[in-house]
Nanobody, 115 residues
Framework: QVQLVESGGGWVQPGGSLRLSCAAS????????MGWYRQLPGQQRELVAS???????NYLDSVKGRFTISRDIAKNTVWLQMTSLKPEDTAVYYC?????????WGQGTQVTVSS
């Protein structure tokens, strides 16, 4: 009954935009900082952005000014609005709590940025 489901990924050209959604099942997520993580091909998982219960946000330096994280606690939903996408943003994107819990990983959603 504790579940995270990511959606919204796909293929986009450089400079394009995508909006990722994370649907969380379980009241526990209302009391925690949420984050978007990604795993680039051949690299380790990294935290891209986070948002606290109070709405404070933090971002990986490489995505500042391009990505925006937001949440609706009542709807148990977290979004990642991505603009000015670059090929180096290509990765599988996941949502999870911060700090992460291994047992909460969903399937992730693939983002591919290429011409």
């Amino acid at each position: 009954q504790v579940q995270l489901v990511e959606s919204g990924g796909g293929w986009v050209q450089p400079g394009g935009s995508l909006r990722l959604s994370c649907a969380a099942s379980g009241s526990i997520f209302r009391f925690t900082t949420m984050g978007w993580y990604r795993q680039l091909p051949g690299q380790q998982r990294e935290l891209v952005a986070s948002v606290t219960v109070g709405g404070m946000t933090n971002y990986l330096d490489s995505v500042k000014g391009r990505f925006t994280i937001s949440r609706d606690i009542a709807k148990n939903t977290v979004w990642l609005q991505m603009t000015s996408l670059k090929p180096e943003d290509t990765a599988v994107y996941y949502c999870n709590v911060v700090p992460l819990r291994e047992g909460y990983w969903g399937q992730g959603t693939q983002v591919t940025v290429s011409s």
